[in-house]
Structures are given as structure tokens and as C-alpha cells.
């Protein structure tokens, strides 16, 4: 004999459970651990078996999904169903019937529901069951992609640094403070990273995608101290000894210098600067009696030191002769 089927669908909760790795082809109540018997109960009791007639349909802005009951004996028969996207995170409530996608399924997606009879006995009794063939459907909309970053140029005099790479189109990619939007056509992004320092710099690429974070993707910008420019002397041809000289040249623009013996030794105190033409002078006076003055520059920029090779300037001894 066949039992009755009580047809009548009540409006419940429908449940979403999180699934890793969902496709099409991969009901995602598997992929969740959900139980999906092929008939019988859950709980103990006859009275619930699994539904039919599953459906689901989709629109660019709601989703419908619906089922038919199938209780024997029961005081009360509805539906309700557990689902999963591949980045659903968790159970999440849902409505019978029609409703806006909600903001967890996102453009692309796919939301597999599995569906379950629930019967109500007399005295309080409940019972499900639930049954294979889980239905899904897509959320319309553009696939997600994989946020893929790459470091194309590095700076060192600007201490920046070009990375770039594709992600979801209309997706937005950010570096720290810096972000922009993916390219809505190609699925291609550029950030140029500033501020970097000296060194290993350790980055982080991020892509959202309405709001929420996607995927990101580790770097690591190595930014080399550039090499400095070589150190000149432009002046003075000769040095006059006993009298203060005044010494020109050129080198690293922007750097500091001191100016050394050549032992290594200061001979002026404290640090100079170089110009931001590259330009240097320092005044001296140049001990008397001298045949020549030898002196080297130390200048640091960058995150560099180094040292010039010895400068040897003779002296003007005619002048020395006709100041005595």
C-alpha cells in the first residue's frame, strides 16, 4: 500500500552551510559533512521522508528555492534546507520562496541546497529525513579569479616600486594605503608602491571584491641603496699655503661629506652637504710651508659610505715666496 503524502510546503528557514572547494559537480552538502540519506529518517520516527519536486532558480537579483514535503502521520509537515557556497563561512539563514541573493553568495558563485522534510508528532515528536540529488545554481555574474601579483620594477633612487598582475575585473587590488580598481575589460591592475625603504620590505596584496576580502598575496621588495655619484674637485688648481683656501667639487647630490687626511682623519670638523645640483665647498686654511695639500671625501648618502680616492693639489710656492 502506498502511504499518504501530505503536499501542503510551510514556509521555514532555509540554512546554508559552508563548503571548501564547491563545483558544479560536487553537491556541497557532501562537501559539508551534511548527512544525505537516500530515504528514511535522521531522527527516530516513520514520519518524515525525503522531499521532491527540489527546484532552484536564479535571476541577476533573487533566488527562488522550493521543495514538497513528504510526511506520513504527521501533525504538522514543512521544508527547510542547509546549502553551501565556497565561501559561505558558515550556516546562514535563508527564506522559503523567493528572496534577494544575500550578500554572502557572491557574483559567480555557485550555492548548492540540500533540502529536508521535518514532521511534527503529536505530543511534541519531530522527525526528519533529507535525500540525495542536492540541486545548485549560479549567482549571475562575473567568475572570480585568483589575484596573481607580481613585482615588474623596482626604483631605488625613488624607493618605490611597480607591481602588477590580474584579478577579478571591477575587483578592487590595494598594497597597504595604496589601491586601485581592476581593470573591468583585460582583468589587469599597477600599483606603484612608494615610501619603501633600504632593504627587504614585506608587502601584502589584497583583493575585495564588493567590500569583502577575497584572496591576497605575499611580497617582498628588496630596494638596494643606489651607487653614489663619484666625488670631483673643481678648485682650487693650487692652494696657497698659510691662508684659508676654498675647495669645489662635485658629488652625490643631497649627501654629506666630511673631509679627510690621508690617514683617515677629519680635517675640517663636523659633516658638509652636498647641493641639490651636486655641487660641494668647504674653506680650509692650508698649513704654511707645504709643497702640496692631499685631502679625500667622505660621503654618505643612500644608505651608502665612501670614501673618494686622494685628491693631491700642489701648492703655489711663487706665491708663498712673494707673501714673505
Not at 235 to 246: D, I, Y
Amino acid at each position: 500500500m502506498t502511504r499518504p503524502r501530505l503536499l501542503t510546503v510551510l514556509a521555514t528557514t532555509l540554512v546554508v552551510a559552508a563548503a571548501g572547494g564547491l563545483t558544479a559537480a560536487t553537491p556541497a552538502s557532501a562537501a559539508a559533512g551534511i548527512p544525505n540519506v537516500a530515504g528514511g529518517s535522521v531522527l527516530a520516527g516513520p514520519f518524515a521522508y525525503p522531499p521532491f519536486d527540489k527546484k532552484l532558480t536564479a535571476t541577476a537579483t533573487t533566488l527562488t528555492a522550493t521543495a514538497t514535503p513528504d510526511c506520513q502521520e504527521a501533525v504538522r509537515c514543512e521544508v527547510s534546507a542547509a546549502g553551501a557556497t565556497v565561501s559561505s563561512g558558515g550556516l546562514r539563514p535563508l527564506s522559503v520562496g523567493t528572496q534577494p541573493w544575500p550578500s554572502w553568495v557572491q557574483p559567480g558563485e555557485v550555492v548548492t541546497v540540500v533540502f529536508t522534510t521535518i514532521a511534527h508528532g503529536r505530543n511534541g515528536g519531530r522527525d526528519e529525513a533529507r535525500g540525495g540529488g542536492d540541486p545548485w545554481v549560479a549567482r549571475p555574474g562575473p567568475t572570480r579569479t585568483k589575484l596573481i601579483a607580481e613585482i615588474r620594477s623596482v626604483d631605488p633612487v625613488a624607493r618605490s616600486a611597480v607591481i602588477a598582475g590580474t584579478a577579478t575585473k571591477g575587483a578592487r587590488v590595494s598594497i597597504g594605503g595604496q589601491g586601485t580598481v581592476v581593470d573591468t575589460n583585460t582583468g589587469t591592475w599597477s600599483i606603484t608602491v612608494t615610501g619603501l625603504s633600504f632593504g627587504t620590505n614585506p608587502l601584502v596584496a589584497i583583493q575585495e571584491i564588493n567590500g569583502a576580502e577575497y584572496d591576497r598575496v605575499p611580497l617582498s621588495v628588496v630596494i638596494d641603496p643606489p651607487a653614489l655619484d663619484p666625488v670631483t674637485v673643481t678648485g682650487p688648481a693650487t692652494v696657497q699655503p698659510g691662508v684659508e683656501n676654498r675647495f669645489t667639487g662635485t658629488a652625490t647630490p643631497r649627501a654629506t661629506f666630511r673631509v679627510l687626511d690621508a690617514s683617515g682623519n677629519p680635517l675640517t670638523p663636523g659633516e658638509h652637504a652636498v647641493s641639490g645640483d651636486g655641487t660641494w665647498a668647504f674653506a680650509l686654511t692650508v698649513p704654511a710651508g707645504v709643497t702640496e695639500f692631499r685631502f679625500a671625501i667622505e660621503q654618505t648618502a643612500n644608505g651608502r659610505t665612501e670614501t673618494s680616492r686622494l685628491f693631491t693639489i700642489p701648492a703655489d710656492t711663487r706665491s708663498a715666496s712673494a707673501a714673505r
